[in-house]
């Protein structure tokens, strides 16, 4: 950090800081919710406000009213964030299924500096993810706040873009929805920011919600407050220069590279590079998983003056590879094949660990092959051979990636597929479709087809599943293959094939697509009909098929207890107006055509 900045943030006054603090949106649209709770209102079991009082809180906020009436607060995005501002700073407290007032109003509005500037850093760390363990989604503040920390409190967008760019490629998510604003009605810094602002635009606007950072040309810059707190995050929360590395690395592990930089500051500056790289591979080659990998990281940063270091390291067998891969390339010439491989597996393998926690074993290979590419299977002898203890393990399972997509079936082109397409595990009744369409359709318009058919409204994720693979939009986390990519025809030859459909990972509406005839010629069609059905599509979010069940229970007894709450959630003003078993092949058409 510039000294500029240092003088700043050792300048500015409590005062200062308190009144900048006071006036930042987040805070200020959490507290008008805080005194319209007032002495309390009744919450829902989950602890949030039931369906009347919430939509009475988003009018109070200038919030934009819900499509459809909400089962309670947890429908409404906007209106929780600024429920969960206002918790975390303590404003509110829920017991006894009631919702008051907290302890935190009264210290924001009349307690003494020092405690204003607690409540506000309290609430804009946890609200923002800095709290604790930040979740994936949440490195992206910290990786704009070390951008512009790092810079003097000032950084263009292309450099808040760099900063981005460093979390393993994970682009900032940008919501398309005009009315999408991260704390409701409160004033708004940056409605009109520049559009070569780009993906960091929804970072900064969140970082502006609580004063820390406002555009400045193009590009960003923090606030007096926010160098404070950044100053607070970067220097006084660093691991400790006299830190053995294996802690240090402990404690940064996770972090985006622009976070580690800095905190690693103090440690780095007591030690020369020689001695801090020593330190850093010693603990590497000791350590497993991502906290290897950081090790390394940390010692590629010293710079040339380290080689000695690295000298030392490549004459060892097994981990001393990393130390002659980097030796190569500090010399312009091509690592040893073998060194290269075993690096590469030492590398794969944490990524394996990594993914193993959260990837269903059966699909571990093709998300693997999705995260580091095509040629890695061409690689595999390289790499079996290479003599990493893991690189067995890793073979093993590399040999396990899905068949090849298959090629469509002769004649397909013209051709016309009836297809059924029934939900599981919903029955009395059963909900399915006829349709008939072009066999060469592809399954990214397919899904849109199926949304319409059933009567979804495509509000979230979907996959398809085939022997060959998983077919959705390219995600690396999650290994779909490219859906845009495959053809109907691809999926289905003959008769009685059939692939899954799920829609909505959460709910899990599992669906079964079924190739009934294919058409003789003649019988072509530009656009997708439907023929047939049964059965009325299930509402959006009411918990899958077992939700669903329970749904149906719930109005079919008045005296069931969230009978009303259930109707109103629906916009219905009595039972009788759900009929699980309507279903119009107009209103079917009439979506298809749309």
Partial sequence: MSDDAGANVVELSLEQLVSQARACPALTTARTLAEWVGAGREVTPRGVLRPAAAVEACELLGIAPPSRKPRSALDLPELMMVWAA????????????????????????????????????????????????????????????????????????????????????????????PDCSPWGGAPDPVAELPSDLGPVEDVVRALSEFGIAEVRGDGAELTPLGLWFTDLAFRVNAPAADADAAELVAELTGLPDTVVRLMARSWLAARTPAAAVGELLSAGAAATGQERLDALALARGCG??????????????????????????????????????????????????????????????TVLQAATGAGLVEALPLLEGCGHPDAPRLAGLLGGLPAPVPAPREGASGAVYQLKIQLRGVIKPPVWRRLRLPADIGLDRLHEVVQDAMGWENYHMHVFSHASGEYGLPDRGLGHRDERKVTLAQMLNDPGDKIGYTYDFGDGWEHDIVLEDVLPPGAEVADPVCTAGKGACPPEDCGGVWGYEGLKDTLADPAAEDHADMLEWLGLTSADEFDPKQFSTEEVNRRLRH
């Fill in 304 to 365: 040339p003056e380290a080689a000695p270091a690295w000298r030392e390291w490549a004459a060892r067998d097994g981990f001393g590879a990393h130390a002659r891969v980097w030796l190569a390339e500090q010399d312009g010439t091509e690592p040893a094949e073998r060194d290269e491989a075993w690096a590469a597996v030492d590398t794969l393998t944490v990524l394996l660990d990594t993914l193993s926690a959260d990837v269903p074993a059966e699909f571990l290979p």
């Fill in 86 to 177: 206002a918790s975390a700073a303590e404003f509110i407290e829920v017991a006894g299924g009631r919702v008051t007032t907290g302890p935190g109003l009264g210290r924001w509005l009349d307690g003494a500096p020092e405690d204003v500037l607690a409540v506000w850093a309290a609430c804009a760390a946890e609200s923002l993810g800095l709290a604790g363990e930040a979740e994936p989604e949440d490195m992206e503040y910290l990786a704009v706040l070390a951008a512009l920390y790092e810079r003097g409190g000032t950084a263009s967008a292309a450099e808040l873009h760099g900063a981005i760019d460093e979390l393993a490629g994970a682009p900032v998510s940008i919501c398309d929805c």
